[in-house]
């Protein structure tokens, strides 16, 4: 693929968000699966309860820890929250490649303005949610 | 209610939002907060969590189909995420010290206003291309599609500063309120940088999952994005949305609009009335 055609950042960038969706659907789905199994018939409203005094406010495994213990014994909820987690990162994921894309291009402006989108977004996403300040 | 029963519902519901969502460059928040909250009495932070994946599962699913297509333009996209990222950032910067409930009302009064330029030109196909100058002819911001009856339809962006000023609002908003803010930013693309309709809604699409990924960090360590909702919803999404790109792709423009200015019409009125507690 000659990466310097214009058609072809539309390609790369097409097939990073449907292997993303699909990846994740995937998860997603076969956590899905796994829950119903366990829990179909079960009352939702114990699933659903929300404590506004503690975080996380839910009790399912969202931190770290939680989670990839949750994966180790294969809890469905973890497995779901994993797919969650893989959809999150596929607009990441093309705003990187873009990147270099931009790059193959000789785009300059655009490597930096990407760049800068990327920078940003990582800013927010991953260290905005453990400072005080943005309520994290 | 059998979490069986739950989830079904949301499953199904969620189809219907992703064709929405993805038809007019929304994030299908709209369709899935009052559903989650009024229909089914779930507490609204679980709502927003919900709401924020269902925005990037929207985007994701349909952008895959409008960027091969060509319809969305990675250029605009990517100059106009700058503004909604830095905006998202200040938002959740700021969220401590704003009154949502204020903030809900403004915003929906904002939306309902924006109906009237918006019905104003609301046979429009599609817009005289102006001149190319400034700096959207620095940062080209101009592009070409093919329309469904196989002609070349040729734009450019006018005003990408006001454009920019526009998205600034948007991330805010979505930093704020956890929504996708799509319709602010197809506004911002139609009423300032005078895109036609499908290459606004299709860039906005593409970058709501952007800007919904800037806060969703938050939501998700707080513990607000709970899996029994959010897997029924993220997989009605994936599917209604990839549904929806096909059919926007053979959509006229008017018809794209006529849809939008509904949905935002209803968008605005649900803001109004949730923050005067109705």
């Known amino acids: 693929m000659n990466l310097s055609d214009p058609d072809s950042m539309n390609t790369v960038i097409s097939k990073v968000l449907r292997y993303g969706v699909l990846l994740s659907g995937a998860v997603i ?59 999150l990162a596929t607009p990441v994921s093309r705003v990187l490649f873009s990147i270099f894309l931009f790059a193959a291009e000789h785009n300059r402006t655009y490597v930096y303005i990407t760049l800068t989108v990327l920078a940003l977004l990582l800013f927010s996403m991953l260290v905005t949610p453990y400072i005080p300040i943005f309520g994290g | 209610m059998l979490v069986l029963e739950l989830m079904v519902i949301l499953f199904l519901a969620s189809i219907v939002a992703g064709v929405i969502g993805s038809l007019v460059g929304l994030g299908g928040g709209v369709v899935v907060i009052p559903m989650l909250t009024i229909g089914l009495g779930v507490n609204i932070h679980y709502a927003i969590g919900a709401s924020i994946v269902s925005v990037i599962a929207t985007s994701s699913g349909a952008a895959a189909t409008y960027v091969k297509d060509k319809m969305t333009n990675l250029r605009v996209g990517m100059f106009l995420e700058l503004g909604t990222t830095a905006g998202a950032i200040t938002g959740a910067l700021i969220a401590t010290y704003v009154n949502s409930v204020a903030l809900e009302l403004i915003f929906g009064v904002i939306l309902l206003v924006s109906l009237l330029p918006l019905v104003r030109k609301i046979g429009e196909d599609i817009p005289v291309p102006p001149e190319l100058t400034g700096l959207s002819k620095k940062l080209k911001l101009t592009g070409s599609y093919v329309e469904t009856d196989g002609s070349t339809v040729n734009y450019n962006a006018t005003r990408p500063a006001e454009g920019l000023a526009g998205m600034v609002v948007a991330g805010l908003i979505s930093g704020l309120l956890g929504i996708g803010s799509g319709t602010f930013k197809v506004l911002s693309m139609d009423l300032a940088m005078k895109l036609p309709m499908k290459v606004s809604t299709t860039t906005s699409n593409f970058m709501i999952g952007v800007t919904a990924a800037a806060s969703a960090g938050i939501y998700f360590v707080r513990g607000d994005v709970n899996p029994i909702i959010v897997a029924p919803v993220a997989i009605g999404i994936l599917i209604g949305a990839s549904m929806g790109a096909r059919v926007l792709t053979r959509a006229r423009n008017p018809t794209v609009r006529k849809i939008f200015a509904l949905v935002l019409a209803i968008a605005g009125l649900e803001m109004v009335l949730r923050a005067l507690g109705i």
């Open chain 1, 29 to 87: 789905v076969v956590g899905t699966a796994l829950l119903a199994a366990h829990a179909a018939f079960s009352q939702s409203g114990s699933f659903l309860t929300y404590n506004p005094n503690q975080v996380p406010h839910g009790s399912f495994p969202v931190t770290f820890n939680s989670l990839t213990a949750g994966l180790a014994s294969g809890a469905p909820m973890a497995i779901i929250e994993l797919g969650v987690l893989l959809l």
